[in-house]
């Protein structure tokens, strides 16, 4: 559950609910529940306003931290 004021744009309150709380505990690291890590990024864009153009490219460096098994 998320509690947002949209006056000032900032979450008042966080609070997992439901089986998530009872699977997990009140208490975890989020680190752990990640199946993958960004450990670097570079993005190289460019803008055309008299074309009403974007363009770019994006490079990722990921680390699968745990693969899921399949369905």
Excluded: C, I, W
């Amino acid at each position: 559950m998320s509690l947002f004021q949209r006056a000032e744009p900032q979450h008042r309150a966080l609070r997992s609910v439901g089986a998530k709380l009872a699977s997990r505990g009140q208490f975890y690291n989020e680190d752990e529940l990640v199946e993958h890590d960004v450990l670097d990024y570079t993005v190289d864009a460019a803008f055309s306003p008299d074309r009403g153009g974007l363009q770019g490219r994006v490079d990722l460096q990921l680390r699968v931290t745990r693969s899921r098994s399949p369905p």
